[in-house]
């Protein structure tokens, strides 16, 4: 739990006028927490647009952007509701890479048109998510006591095989060449 900081009593008037500044900043920072995370990532791009010397606020180079950071964060809000529900997986970054080697494969080199590569990655996406959790389940039921099998923990040493795995199969079952596309 964290500790309530916006919170002040009559009496704290004297305490507060002679922190000034300090304490509001503080107070803002734990009540908008988002705002301190947006302000990291301004600071961060307004040093590297003075390392570029403003090459790195092109249009383009902010877009790109924007695109990798929406992918991290649907990635992370994924993560939010595995974790509170008191699981684990290590595997999603290596699902995310085999599903999108997948989509390149579907699209540069079979033809595919989007509107069947989208439906087909999503499904092969959940199918590999429930073999991962049907491992999990599978490993925790015969992992040694019955006070063991009664844990809902989930097993890393699934998790990572699964992790392991999805990172290997595109570079075993793809050629060894970049995907060019011709459409582009």
């Known amino acids: 739990m964290t500790p309530d900081v916006t919170s002040s009593s009559p009496g704290d008037a004297g305490s507060s006028a002679s922190y000034g500044g300090t304490q509001r900043f503080q107070q803002l920072f734990a009540r908008y927490k988002i705002l301190a995370l947006l302000l990291a990532v301004a600071a961060i791009w307004i040093f590297f647009s003075f390392l570029t010397h403003g ?22 809000c994924g993560m939010v509701f595995v974790i509170i529900a008191g699981e684990i997986d290590l595997s999603v970054g290596s699902l995310l890479g085999l599903l999108g080697g997948v989509a390149a494969i579907l699209d540069v080199n079979r ?47 699934s998790c990572s095989s699964v992790r392991v795995i999805c990172r290997e199969l ?4 793809s050629p060894s060449c970049c995907l060019r596309c011709s459409r582009c």
């Open 55 to 76: 090459a790195f606020v092109t249009p383009r180079n902010l877009s790109n952007l924007l695109r990798q950071m929406s992918i991290t964060g649907m990635l992370a």
């Open 111 to 157: 033809y595919w048109p989007l509107a069947a590569t989208l439906p087909a990655v999503m499904l092969l996406g959940v199918l590999i998510g429930m073999f991962n959790g049907g491992c999990s389940r599978i490993a925790a039921f015969c992992s040694g006591s019955p006070a063991a099998r009664r844990s809902r923990r989930s097993p890393i040493v």
């Open 170 to 173: 595109p570079a075993i079952c």
